[in-house]
């Protein structure tokens, strides 16, 4: 299984693209503007967008991607996402004010996007990947996801802030080779964190500390400009893993 990171930053500026991760080369966890990383015909394989939920940094590519691939494609591409996060996706952007509504077109009987709403604890398998979504505590409905095949796992927090169902779920399982947790403020904007429901490097550590699992765990999501000082907090809070920074275009094989 191959892991390719198009976008991990919790902002924008050169260089920096907000979250995307593509497995393999036909399923998207999130499509922020890490999509615009794509070459067309990349894009044209993609048949399948997992997301953790609503916010602009995670879905804002999707227009532009159905848009950009429209003639080429022959099946739809399959959004799978919580009910809530459909709705708003439905009400805010294609609603033919902000962009067409490509749920029918060209054809209602034939789209080249259609919504399949999923919950929290359910598994889907495509071509021997099981992806299982997983609730976690974000300002809005949000989840994670656990990505395994027969032989390897790795884990995406999407945004979250303190819980308990995310560590739970991932130790129910025998193995997890990777971890993405995000990670969103430095510490002295723990009311920020807290507000805005993402973890700072203490909470973060805390959540960790539950984990049975001792996979390599890389952080994402880190305010632009702040990276330095939320890594070093990061690094003293946690020692137990030996904690990485994910950066834009890097390939995993797991
Ligand atoms: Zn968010
Ligand atoms: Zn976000």
């Not at 609503?54 to 691939?69: E, N, Q, R």
């Not at 169902?165 to 947790?181: G, R």
């Amino acid at each position: 299984m191959k892991l390719r990171v198009l976008g991990c930053s919790g902002g924008v500026g050169a260089g920096l693209r907000t979250t995307s991760y593509m497995v393999d080369d036909d399923i998207l966890l999130d499509a922020g503007s890490g999509v615009g990383e794509l070459f067309l015909e990349e894009m044209s394989h993609i048949r399948h967008i997992f997301l953790s939920h609503s916010h602009m940094d995670h879905t804002a590519f999707i227009p532009f991607l159905v848009d950009s691939i429209f003639e080429r494609l022959t099946d739809p591409i399959i959004i799978h996402a919580q009910q809530e996060t459909i709705d708003a996706l439905q009400a805010h952007i294609f609603n033919w004010v902000m962009w067409p509504d490509f749920s029918k077109l060209p054809r209602e009987d034939n789209a080249v996007l259609k919504y399949e709403p999923m919950k929290p604890g359910e598994k889907i398998w495509i071509n021997g990947r099981q992806i299982e979504m997983i609730a976690v505590n974000h300002t809005v409905p949000g989840v994670g996801y656990r990505v395994s095949n027969e032989t390897c796992a790795f884990a995406y927090s999407g945004d979250t802030s303190t819980n308990d169902n995310f560590w739970n779920v991932l130790n129910s399982y025998d193995n997890l080779d990777l971890l993405i947790v995000e990670v969103a403020f430095a510490n002295r904007q723990s009311k920020l964190a807290q507000m805005a429901k993402h973890y700072c490097p203490a909470t973060l550590a805390e959540d960790l500390s539950k984990l049975k699992h001792n996979p390599d765990v890389y952080i994402t999501h880190l305010k632009p400009g702040e990276e330095m000082a939320i890594l070093s907090e990061v690094k003293a809070a946690i020692r137990r893993f030996n904690l990485k920074t994910l950066v834009g275009d890097e390939v995993f094989q797991l």
